[in-house]
C-alpha cells in the first residue's frame, strides 16, 4: 500500500483523485488505513459525531489530541491530519503554534484550520515555515455556523464567489499544502481547483476537486441522516442495532451464553 504523505498528496494533484475521510478512533481508523484512504482527518466534526454536540464549536484540544494519538498510532500509511479546534488558534500566534505542535507530537503529520483573515494567513506563513503543513478550509467553515445562521451553502452569488476564489489563493500564497472547499456551488469549486497549484478537497463542492472528503459515520451509515451530498457505502446503523437487539435478546431468553 502506497505510503501518503505531503509531498505525494501534492503530486497527485492532476493525476489521482484522492478518497478522503475522517476518523477519530483507533478502530476505525485501522479499517481505514488498510483500506487505502489517504488522508485520515481528525475532524472537529468529532463534537457531533462521537461527541454528542449540534455544532463542532465545543470541542477542546485534549479532545483531539487524546483522538489524534488513537488514530495515528492505528494508522500506518494514511495521512493524518488533525483539525484544529475552535478556541486553539484563535487567543493568539504563540496559542496557536503551541497548539499545533502539540497535534504533532501527539502523531499528526499536518493541521487544518478554518477561515482566511490577515491573521489567520499569517498563522499559516508562520506555520508553514515551522515545519507544520497546514491545510486550510474555506467556503463553509462550521466553526463560523453562528455568523452564518446554520450550515448554509457559500458563494452562491458572483461576488460571493469571487470572494471565496480570491480567499483559495490567499491561503495558497500563504502557504497552504492544500484547501478544504466545504459546501459551494461545483462550478465554484472547478474554478478554484483549476486557478490553485495546490490540490483541494471538496465536501458538498461537486466532483471537480482533486480529494473528496466525507465524515466517516456519512460514509459508513451510521448517521442515518447524512447531508445531501453524502453517499452512504454501508449502512452500519442498522447492522449495529441489529446485533445489539439479538444480544440483549439472546441473554434474556438464557441463549447466550451457552450452557
Ligand atoms: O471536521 C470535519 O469533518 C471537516 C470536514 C471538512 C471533513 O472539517
Redesign the pocket.
Known sequence: MKKWNVAAIKAAKGKTKLGCA?AYDAAFARLADEAGVPIL?V???MGMTMLGYQT?RPVKMEETLSAVGAVSRASKDSLVVA?LPFGSYQCGEDEAVKNAVAALKAGAAAV?LEGVTPRICALIARLAESGIPVLA?VGMT?QSVNEYGGFKRQGKTRKAADRILADALAVEKAGAFMV?L?CIPSDLAAEITAALKIPTVG?GAGPVCDAQ?L?MHDLLGINEKPPSFAKQYAHLAEEIRGAFSRYVDEVEKGVFPPA
Open positions: 475522517t482527518l475532524g472537529d466534526s463542532t483539525d487544518k478550509h462550521p478544504t466545504e465536501i472528503w465524515v
